[in-house]
């Protein structure tokens, strides 16, 4: 069972090197209610966390423990963090839906 697991995420790993696959991979787990840290956690750790710090120069580290629940990214960090993926952490409204 572990392997279809290793398959899954060397797959994902792959696919996450195509910008646009990233982009709608963060976009639509966003969308679904998971929490940012955790769509990045994701991302970054199929991604490779070597990998992924050397490309966003930051320690490996420092990587970890910032996708970690238990700590409170910065804005700035969060944003380094969606560089490589064209993306950024932006504020916009909320849709409102009438109750009939």
Known sequence: MSRRSTDWNNGLAKDLKNLEFAQQFIQASLEEGIPLQAVLGKVIRAYGVKEFAAKVKLPSS???????PQ??????TLNRLLKPFAL??????VSRRRVA
């Open 62 to 68: 420092n990587l970890v423990r910032t996708i970690s």
């Open 71 to 76: 700590y409170n990214p910065t804005l700035d």
């Open 88 to 93: 950024k952490v932006t504020v916009g409204p």
